[in-house]
């Protein structure tokens, strides 16, 4: 007898809050018109001013875990609001994923753990289960490292039904603004490799299916990621900077798909235009995808968003799906990977029904 095939996770609602938008409608509409609510501002020591896209409509005045849980809030309530469609069974088993910026204390992680508890409390359609929560702290590639342990869960306990992934990040904040330009790492004249500082928060729930026809039409299946560990750092680092990581984190998103380079249809990463990313995805792109297929059309969410830091890869698994379910784009399938600049590297593929 053939093995069963191993279970997927649907995306089914969702939230989130970025520099162009306080909900996933409105950050939609905005990448549809690109428009830019980037702004400069001056630091001390520095002649030059530094451009940043934060959620100032959202943020301005706060810092620390107040300025986190003011996004986090709105994305998860977004999230719930529209979650009634799972429907009460006290019997499903939920997990949450916290997903935290690595300059976190652990006092502010607790804190903010105790607030996601009081915004997930009115909803009875999600309180009202069993629920076990783990808090991560990461950079770009957390939401893949949170898909990850999900899938092991997944593996561990056959009643868990949904999970729920939290995200919020900013590199806005004061400190780490300060942090990051000493060390010289933002994008400025006569630094083009630097990046624009963002910030944001996505929640997502999913749930669990036997397989991708198990979805509705419109519907979009998060297959297992691929996770990769390169041996030195990225950037700043080698001008040459090795594709190696990247390549085998795109195949090992393929091959647990079971999919091949033909069967994408769209790309999607945290490319910023800066040379060092551009080297390896292409160097990488070129070896896995390329050999296989023409080119393919390709999103790039931190041109405008920023670079928001653990939030983004959840918001890259949305915003492919909130285009096509708008008649924006027809996507199909989606290899979406992030490129942390310390090593870590992630990949995934996002998968539409077939019906």
Not at 151 to 171: E, F, T
Not at 332 to 347: H, K, M, R
């Amino acid at each position: 007898m053939a093995p069963l095939p191993s279970p997927l996770f649907a995306l089914r609602s969702n939230g989130m809050v970025t520099v162009v938008g306080n909900s996933t409608a409105q950050t939609t509409a905005s990448w549809i018109a690109q428009t830019r609510r980037q702004r400069r501002i001056h630091l001390d020591g520095f002649a030059d001013p530094f451009t940043i896209a934060d959620c100032n409509t959202v943020t301005a005045g706060l810092g620390g875990v107040e300025r986190l849980s003011s996004m986090l809030a709105s994305a998860v309530t977004e999230a719930l609001d529209n979650a009634e469609h799972l429907g009460p069974n006290p019997q499903a088993e939920c997990l949450e994923i916290l997903l935290v910026p690595q300059w976190l204390a652990s006092e502010g992680c607790a804190q903010l753990s105790a607030m996601l508890s009081s915004w997930i409390a009115p909803y009875p359609v999600w309180s009202g289960r069993s629920r076990e929560r783990m808090i991560i702290q990461a950079g770009a590639t957390g939401a893949w490292l949170a898909l990850e342990h999900a899938y092991r869960a997944l593996g561990q306990n056959r009643r868990l039904q949904h999970v729920m992934i939290a995200a919020v990040d900013s590199a806005c904040e004061s400190a780490v603004l300060r942090h990051a330009a000493d060390a010289d790492w933002l994008l400025r004249p006569g630094n083009s490799q630097g990046y624009i500082p963002g910030e944001a928060a996505a929640c997502v729930l999913l749930e669990r299916i036997r397989n991708v026809t198990d979805i509705s039409t419109d519907d979009f299946a998060l297959h297992r990621p691929a996770l990769v560990q390169a041996p030195a750092r990225l950037w700043p680092g080698a001008d040459q900077a090795d594709a190696s990581p990247l390549c085998k984190a795109l195949s090992g998103a393929l091959a647990s798909s079971g999919m091949g380079a033909t069967n994408i249809s769209h790309l999607e990463s945290e490319m910023d235009g800066s040379d060092w990313r551009a080297r390896i995805e292409s160097t990488a792109l070129n070896r896995v995808i390329f050999t296989e297929t023409s080119a393919l059309p390709q999103w790039r969410p931190a041109t405008l968003l920023g670079q928001v830091g653990t939030a983004g890869g959840v918001i890259a698994w949305l915003l492919p799906a909130m285009l096509h379910r708008q008649r924006i784009d027809r996507v199909n399938t989606v290899l979406n990977w992030s490129i942390e600049p310390t090593g870590e590297i992630a990949a995934c593929v996002l998968e539409r029904s077939p019906h």
